[in-house]
Each structure stands twice: as C-alpha cells, then as structure tokens.
C-alpha cells in the first residue's frame, strides 16, 4: 500500500520534470531534481501517514467534483441570461482563476 501512495506522490512531481525532458534539458541537472524530489516524497512519507495521505487525496478528489459541478452551474446560469461566463463570475465577484 505504501507503493501505491508514493507512486501518487512521485507521479504528481513527475510532471514538470516530464515537461524538462522534453525541453532537452541537461540529463544531470535532471537526475539532481528527481533525486531532490524523490527525498522530498521520503520526507513527506515520514511526516504524514498513509491514511492521511489517502483522505486528503480523497478529500480532493471531492473538492474538484464540487467545483466542476459549481462551473457547469455558472456556466449554465449565464446562457439562461444571455451573458458569459466571465460576466457571470464578474457578477458574483468571483475570480475566473479559482
């Protein structure tokens, strides 16, 4: 189970080192950042336990499903009013990059 959780954790760091990868960046300055993050993932693992690890993931999974839903609400109140959806944030004084 622990494997699963640092697979997660390692496989959200990986990204901006995928991005680099294909930048052709430098292969040691690249190996010095996985490396990096791997001790980040290590400390990480030491600080949190895998359950709580697992109920934040969760608990964000949820957050994401409730803020998809919030959007497609807005999205569909602004074509009822005819306006954008960038007014109808507006109008709620909301911020398009939340």
């Known amino acids: 189970?622990?494997?699963?959780?640092?697979?997660?954790?390692?496989a959200v760091g990986c990204a901006?080192?995928?991005?680099?990868?294909?930048?052709?960046?430098?292969?040691?300055k690249l190996e010095q950042e996985v490396a990096d993050l791997e001790k980040e993932v290590e400390a990480l693992e030491k600080e949190y336990s895998e359950d709580e690890i697992n109920d934040t993931i969760d608990k964000l999974h949820v957050y994401n499903d409730l803020k998809d839903i919030a959007q497609e609400v807005m999205g569909a109140l602004?074509?009822?009013?005819?306006i954008t959806t960038k007014a109808m944030y507006a109008e709620f004084e909301l911020d398009l990059d939340d």
């Open 78 to 82: 602004a074509r009822l009013k005819g």
């Open 1 to 10: 189970a622990a494997a699963t959780t640092t697979a997660r954790v390692t």
């Open 16 to 28: 901006p080192i995928a991005r680099r990868l294909l930048d052709k960046e430098d292969p040691d």
